[in-house]
């Protein structure tokens, strides 16, 4: 990626999360930038590819940061599902202020037939997936009941979080989850 193309990805970014993917517009991205249109639409040919890129790169991002959780973790199945919750909790606190950009961004863009669509439902099937296959080592007989109370807990954190509700959504699912766990 050049130079000028980061600098709208990073632009982009900051704004799509900050004002909503559908509230800025190109003019706005190229002038943060500091680029002209020309040069945004030559490097990505239109809005909505913008999108998918700001998803698909904080998607690769949060999945190495929580890889970086999963590895730290005790290799205790209990552990590594809380080590979810733990990076959740620190990636809100560093990145998501506002909630999931995921879930915020399903909530402009809910037609499949968009090119960011698959990244945001793709992303969210990851995490079930994940939550299942940690669950299977937990109890391998329940593991999708599992694995799907575990997604719900921490996708109505998320949502919780970026809602400002209440303090530390994702630390009360963790301690929802603790307790699931342990009766499990």
Known sequence: MTPAAR??????????YERGIHAVGVDLIAAEAGVTKKTLYDRFGCKEQIVVEYLADRDERWRAFLAGHLDAAQPAPAARVLAVFD????????????GCSMV???AEISDPSHPAYPIITGQK?????????????????????LGRTLMLLHEGALVAQGLNIF????????????????AA
């Open 167 to 182: 303090a530390d959504p994702i630390g009360y699912a963790r301690e929802q989850a603790h307790a699931l766990l342990a």
């Open 104 to 106: 915020n961004a399903h």
């Open 87 to 98: 990076a959740s909790r620190e990636w809100a606190a560093q990145h998501s202020h506002k």
């Open 125 to 145: 099937q990851w995490m079930l997936t994940l939550f299942t296959d940690l669950a299977r080592d937990i109890t391998p007989e329940r593991a999708a009941h």
């Open 7 to 16: 600098r709208v990805l990073e632009a982009a970014a900051r704004l799509f």
